[in-house]
């Protein structure tokens, strides 16, 4: 059973940045398009970026320009640099494949920004 462990969360002021991590148990992150999800208070899970296995890349419309989504096959992560972060950014982020959730979902990472 492959495992995900996303990490790197915190909390930043508005306008700073973090870089999230999501590790593999397994050999999978090649083969699979992923995706970084979020999921705020009170709110359901929203898709805010994917990476396709041919490095494609699609940003929801609240972060494009300000997220960058990567892969580093090698090591089986997928990376989410986030900058200029607001407050609205403030939630728990997952990873998991796209479009289909193939993999159990891991315990996500806090980001709180602070306005």
């Known amino acids: 059973q492959v495992q995900l462990a996303e990490s790197g969360g915190g909390l930043v002021q508005a306008g700073g940045s973090l870089r999230l991590s999501c590790a593999a148990s397994g050999n999978v992150i090649s083969t699979n398009a992923m995706g970084w999800y979020r999921q705020a208070p009170g709110m359901q899970r929203e898709l805010v970026a994917t990476?396709?296995?041919?490095?494609?890349?699609n940003y929801a419309g609240s972060v494009k320009g300000r997220f960058t989504i990567s892969r580093d096959n090698a090591k089986n992560t997928v990376y989410l640099q986030m900058n200029s972060l607001k407050a609205e950014d403030t939630a728990v982020y997952y990873c998991?494949?796209?479009?289909?959730?193939?993999?159990?979902w891991g315990r996500g990472t806090q980001v709180t920004v602070s306005s």
């Open positions: 998991n494949t796209v479009p289909r959730n193939l993999f159990s």
């Open positions: 990476i396709s296995s041919g490095e494609s890349t």
